[in-house]
């Protein structure tokens, strides 16, 4: 009697290895496009949430401008006013930050306009005379990784 052999053969064992390879290499994609969705994700939430914040403490102080006299600078990239307190509120883009007074509002800013100010007459068009201005528009763009979130809000002059 001819003894049995057990085991695989070197044509078994290179296909077994060749299948191996191709699901391993379909499952690699899978899990590496995963990934790469939930970074894209978690940077794009994250840019949201910076921008939202800042937009909504940025107009909610800028409602609190008594009249277009109080502002003291109005420039496309800045805006300084008195407040209904008679504190100086001071929002400028430094860099990629943007400042309120001397603290970091927010952080990431797309450069060089990632904040901007229109200021606008009763008909919508823009102004640089105190006396016709009576809200302000905000545009606000943030970066966080490779995404971009830009936000417009505006916020009306208290006495108009």
Not at 54 to 80: G, V, Y
Not at 95 to 106: E, F, I, K, Q
Not at 148 to 153: A, F, R, V
Request: proline share 2%; glycine share 6%.
């Amino acid at each position: 009697m001819k003894p049995i052999r057990t085991g695989f053969t070197l044509i078994e064992t290179v296909i077994t290895l060749a299948l191996l390879a191709v699901v391993a290499f379909g499952m690699g994609s899978f899990i590496l496009s995963s990934i790469q969705g939930w970074v894209l994700i978690s940077q794009r939430e994250s840019a949201v949430t910076i921008a939202k914040s800042a937009m909504n403490r940025m107009t909610a102080e800028l409602r609190r401008i008594r009249t277009p006299q109080d502002i003291l600078i109005h420039t496309n990239s800045q805006c300084r006013y008195v407040d209904i307190s008679n504190q100086t509120i001071d929002f400028v883009q430094s860099g990629t930050n943007l400042l309120r007074n001397s603290d970091v509002l927010a952080t990431g800013l797309s450069s060089p306009e990632g904040l901007r100010f229109t200021f606008v007459d009763a008909t919508g068009e823009s102004t640089s005379v105190h006396q016709e201005m009576r809200s302000i528009r905000v545009l606000l763009s943030v970066i966080s990784g490779r995404q971009m979130t830009t936000l417009e809000s505006s916020a009306r002059i208290r006495n108009f």
